[in-house]
């Protein structure tokens, strides 16, 4: 004979807490060790000024950060945040060092900043917790998010507060603040693509010739993505950022295949990206440039021109020389390459902690993302498995954008590395972007509670007339709904209307 037990629902915030502990613990020994490191191990005192305040504060700041998401969300993942918290930690840590050489070229430092920035961060995730009760509110302004999300992306075009950097036309400056409006229209697109790919994709997926066993869409299905391919490509021509243009339509691409399952929409986005990249870089001679190094970064004249290949060059100099094991924190040179605290802190690190140490940074990305995707696969709504999935593709499609240009699998962009790198429009974005998924977590993880009234306790008199229905009806409607198959958005619904016989003697 079988028993079948059952046990309550594990909230998993007792995990959380004890994951906060080991990260804020790892980051304050990576702090301890560039300190030695960047004195030769042979510092004037034990630890770090100000150890013990920056310390307790941070502990105290996390510790209110678990128990409002333990009143907020009790359910929520237990994993998100403490791998987020770490990844900006290690980012503080890496800004502090490289501030030593800034400081002794002159230059001021930017690790204090940066600090403020992370206590932002966590505010803005607390706070979208707390002002979002129920994720799926966010398909109601599902146009909405399309509007202030391609509104956000041309910000930078509005001469007088557009800031060209580089080259590339992605900042805007406001009161001596400068920020990436890209970095937050993603989290608005997503809400758009997600809200729009659950009403169409019964059009998107199942209607359309085969050629060659593949199944294409008919061309008046093919509109939305042939208008992100044009909005890619406008971004690419305007604001000269490959990267950006790269992270809006891998995005879109990427959400209509979860939402499809359709191969072809994969061939049909690479197809459209490669022919849009070809005509891009032969008319616009920055993109191009870009191409040149990327393809010619050790050719002599290329290392040599301005804005030439001598920053990446330099980066993979440094991870080379830190092999696999790293010079150690605090004993590399990470400051010959240009930007070693932002765009190139990927290279940073590589040089300090070796690959083993940056395929374990990688590792904790892999965590989130992988996390974004359960969570969007135990949701029980389509709208939210979509959104889910989505932000989880922003983060990995950011990463692989950051990590290809630095490794040359792709050319550089000027996008920064999510948590880590210096600069606030990622790093507040992306805690948006964390509290979104806690609280979608929490809705996944949340235990189901059965309706606390029986059936058998309802007094039909009560009841409207159209919930009561006689025995043939019933049984007419049970057929027809055999006969009748539902709708894929309709086999998400998680409650229905019983329907009850008259009188309790049949």
Avoid at 202 to 226: E, T, V, W
Avoid at 283 to 301: G, Y
């Amino acid at each position: 004979m079988s028993v079948i037990s059952t046990r309550p629902a594990r909230s998993g915030r007792a995990q959380e807490l004890g994951l906060l502990s080991v990260a804020l613990i790892s980051v304050l020994s990576a702090w301890v060790l560039t300190y030695y490191g960047v004195n030769s191990a042979n510092p004037d005192q034990a630890l770090p000024d100000n150890f013990f305040t920056f310390g307790g504060a941070a502990a105290g700041v996390l510790l209110l950060c678990h128990l409002l998401i333990r009143r907020l969300a009790p359910y929520a993942d237990p994993i998100l945040f403490p791998a987020s918290v770490m990844l900006t930690g290690l980012g503080l840590v890496m800004i502090y060092r490289i501030d030593f050489q800034l400081v002794a070229r002159g230059a001021s430092p930017d690790a204090r900043g940066q600090l403020i920035l992370a206590i932002g961060g966590l505010i803005l995730m607390v706070g979208t917790l707390a002002f979002l009760r129920d994720h799926r509110r966010l398909r109601r302004v599902t146009y909405i998010s399309l509007i202030v999300g391609l509104s956000l992306l041309l910000l930078p075009m509005i001469p007088g507060l557009g800031v060209e950097v580089y080259g590339a036309q992605l900042w805007i400056s406001i009161a001596g603040f400068s920020f990436q409006p890209a970095e937050l229209s993603k989290i608005f697109l997503a809400v758009f693509f997600a809200g729009y790919l659950v009403a169409q994709r019964d059009n998107l997926s199942l209607a359309g010739p085969k050629f060659l066993g593949i199944h294409f869409p008919r061309l008046r299905h093919s509109l939305p993505i042939l208008l992100a391919w044009l909005a890619g490509m406008g971004i690419l021509a305007l604001e000269r950022d490959f990267g950006t243009a790269l992270l809006f339509f891998g995005l879109f691409v990427a959400m209509l295949y979860v939402a499809t399952e359709r191969t072809s929409w994969i061939i049909i986005g690479g197809l459209l990206s490669t022919a849009g990249v070809y005509l891009i870089v032969q008319v616009m001679p920055h993109i191009q440039a870009r191409f040149t190094i990327w393809l010619n970064a050790f050719d002599q004249d290329v290392y040599d021109a301005q804005y030439g290949s001598y920053q990446l060059v330099q980066g993979w100099f440094g991870m080379a020389s830190g092999g696999l094991f790293g010079t150690g924190l605090g004993e590399g040179s990470p400051t010959n390459s240009f930007a070693a605290n932002s765009d190139f802190i990927i290279a940073s690190f590589g040089e300090e902690l070796g690959l083993v140490g940056l395929l374990g940074i990688l590792s904790l990305y892999a965590i989130i993302v992988t996390r974004a995707m359960k969570t969007g696969i135990a949701l029980r709504d389509g709208f939210g498995k979509l959104l889910a999935a989505g932000l989880g593709f922003a983060i990995a499609l950011q990463c692989f954008v950051v990590v290809g240009g630095i490794t040359r699998v792709i050319p550089l962009t000027g996008l920064a590395m999510p948590f880590l790198a210096k600069g606030g429009s990622a790093l507040l974005t992306n805690f948006i972007i964390i509290g979104i998924l806690i609280r979608m977590s929490d809705s996944a993880r949340r235990p189901f509670v059965p309706s606390s009234v029986s059936l058998s306790t309802i007094n039909t008199g009560e009841l409207p007339a159209n919930l009561i229905a006689d025995e043939d009806d019933d049984l007419e409607s049970s057929a027809s709904t055999e006969a009748e198959p539902h709708s894929a958005e309709d086999s998400l619904a998680t409650t229905a209307v019983p329907r009850i016989t008259d009188g309790g003697s049949r």
